[in-house]
């Protein structure tokens, strides 16, 4: 038995530069999850941003980490908190931006293809698999294939209205939510 039952991971890029970014939808919904589940203010553990409780009375205990090692090294920070809490790989959600979906789609999978994003690719490599669980958060796609024009579109800060940004946080905590059993039975 682990230290919690799950270990939810929100991806993205520490810092002001980067606050408010596609690439960073992550961080915004771990932080909608910490506070709906009143967690306490995290600290600085496994090279992140750590915090843990449960996600309501008789609910389940779950660990929120936010790593601050940038995206593409998110495994140096996650795979020793694993290790720490003693979860199973398939106790493993990350929230991560997903540019094969459109803005405001929301999905949730078991494993799968890592589709070149670089922090997926470190989380396989650090946690000795890709069977972990991932809430998918759309956050669209530029008009080109161009890898430099993909990086700089991610690294941007969203253009949709505010409401439809918050919308789409919101969504995307509930369906953490769901794949946990947040709310006890």
Known sequence: MGAVDWLIVGLGNPGERYAGTRHNIGFEVAGE??????????????AGLYTDGRTAPGGPHVALLLPQTFMNDAGRSVGPARGA?????????????????????????????????????????????????????????????DPEIVASYVLSRFREPGGDLRELIERAAATTEDVIGAVPA
């Open 33 to 46: 999850l910490g506070r709906r589940w009143q967690l306490p203010r995290a600290a600085k553990r496994y």
């Open 85 to 145: 809490l003693r979860v199973s790989l398939e106790q493993v959600v990350v929230v991560h931006d997903e540019i094969d979906l459109p803005f405001g789609e929301v999905r949730e999978r078991l494993g799968g293809g890592l589709a070149g994003h670089n922090g997926l690719k470190s989380l396989k490599r650090e946690l000795g698999g890709a069977d972990f669980r991932r809430v998918r958060v759309g956050v669209g796609r530029p008009d080109s294939t």
